[in-house]
C-alpha cells in the first residue's frame, strides 16, 4: 500500500483519553479510526461488549490495524469484584479480538496492544524489557494479559505489546488531575518521593503506536516510555513550577493511603510505588523522542490545555 493510501484502525476500548488521543493522530496523517466502545458516544463509535463477538467483528475484516485499549480502570479499590473486572476485560477483550482475526478473509497487518510498565513491580532498578517482573496483584494483571495476548500465534498479524508508562498530555489523563491539586498548593512530594515516575509525552506514544503498525520488523514487547524517568519528588517540583506554585507541603505515607481509601475510593499503590523503566528496545530499532525535558514538556501541556 502506498505510504500515502488512508488506513484503517479499529481501536477496541478508545472511547477514553488515549484512545482519542491516538484517533485524532491518525486522522491528522489522513487515517480512519473506529472506537470499539460499550457506551457509543461520537459518530461512528460502534458497540461491542468487550468480551463475545458481534457486528463488530465485520469492522476488523480489511482492516489495516487493531490497537487495544481495553480494561477496566485500575484507579479504583482493589476489592474482589474489581480485581476479577480488572483481570476480566482485559483478558476477555484479547480473546475476542483474536477470534475475531481468525475469522478474517483480510486479517489486519498487526495488533497493537497497550500494556502496563507495572510488570515491573515496585523498583528503583533500572527496568528494560528483559528485567525480571515484580510481585504483587498488579504484576499479575500483566502476566495474565500479556499471557492472554501471546498464547495465540496468528500467521498474518503481528503482535506488539506497548508496556506504557505515564503519558502526560492536554484534556485528559491523570496529569489533569495533578494539576488541579498543584494549583491547590497540594501538589507536594507523595510518600517517600524516591518512587520513580516513567513518563513520555502522549505523542510519542501515539508515534510509537504508528510505527509498530508500519514497521514489518517490530514484533514483541516494548517498554512504551521516555528515556527520562524522574523520581516523584522530581516530578511533582517541576509540575509546582510549571502550574506556578513553588511550594506544597508533603503528603506522606500514612495520609495518602487515608486519602485514597476513603476520599479518592482507589488504590495507594498508585500514588506509593513506581519503576524506572527505559525503552529500549524502540530506542535500538531508531525510535526518536521528540519529548524528552520534563519541564518543558509539561509547561507545554498547560499552555495548551
Known amino acids: 500500500m502506498p505510504a500515502h493510501a488512508t488506513k484503517r484502525f479499529i481501536l477496541p476500548g478508545g472511547s477514553g483519553f488515549l484512545g482519542r488521543s491516538f484517533a485524532a ?18 459518530n461512528g463509535d460502534v458497540f461491542w461488549d468487550g468480551k ?5 467483528r465485520q469492522h476488523v475484516d480489511g482492516a489495516d490495524a487493531v490497537v487495544n485499549f481495553t480494561g477496566k480502570s485500575v484507579n479504583c479499590l482493589y476489592t474482589p469484584a474489581n480485581r476479577r473486572e480488572i483481570i476480566d476485560s482485559r483478558v476477555d477483550s484479547v480473546k475476542a479480538i483474536d477470534e475475531a482475526v481468525t475469522r478474517c478473509e483480510r486479517p489486519p497487518g498487526a495488533i497493537v496492544q497497550t500494556g502496563s510498565l507495572a510488570i515491573y513491580g515496585d523498583t528503583t532498578a533500572s527496568c528494560d524489557e528483559s528485567a525480571p ?7 499479575e494483571v500483566c502476566e495474565l ?5 501471546f498464547s495465540k500465534t496468528l500467521p498474518d498479524t503481528r503482535k506488539c505489546c506497548l508496556r506504557i508508562g505515564f503519558a502526560l498530555g492536554p484534556d485528559g489523563g491523570a496529569l489533569e488531575t495533578l494539576c488541579n491539586l498543584a494549583r491547590w498548593f497540594l501538589g507536594g512530594t507523595v510518600g517517600s518521593g524516591r518512587q520513580y515516575i516513567s513518563w513520555l509525552h502522549v505523542d510519542d506514544l501515539n508515534r510509537m503506536i504508528m510505527r509498530c503498525i508500519e514497521d514489518p520488523s517490530l514484533e514483541g514487547v516494548f517498554n512504551a516510555t521516555g528515556p527520562s524517568p524522574v523520581t516523584n519528588e522530581e516530578f511533582m517540583r517541576r509540575l509546582r513550577k510549571a502550574v506556578g506554585r513553588p511550594w506544597s507541603p508533603p503528603v506522606p505515607a500514612w495520609l495518602v493511603k487515608l486519602g485514597a481509601r476513603w476520599i479518592l475510593r482507589t488504590d495507594a499503590s498508585l500514588a506509593l510505588t513506581g519503576r524506572k523503566c527505559y525503552p529500549s528496545r524502540l530506542r535500538s530499532a531508531g525510535f526518536e523522542f521528540r519529548y524528552t525535558d520534563l519541564e518543558e514538556t509539561l509547561r507545554e501541556i498547560i499552555d495548551e490545555s
Do not use: M
Open 133 to 139: 517482573h515484580g510481585e504483587g496483584f498488579s504484576v
Open 52 to 56: 463475545t463477538l458481534g457486528d463488530w
Open 145 to 149: 494479559w500479556e499471557g492472554a495476548f
Open 25 to 42: 493522530h491518525a486522522r491528522r496523517l489522513g487515517h480512519e479510526s473506529i472506537v470499539l466502545t460499550r457506551s457509543p458516544k461520537e
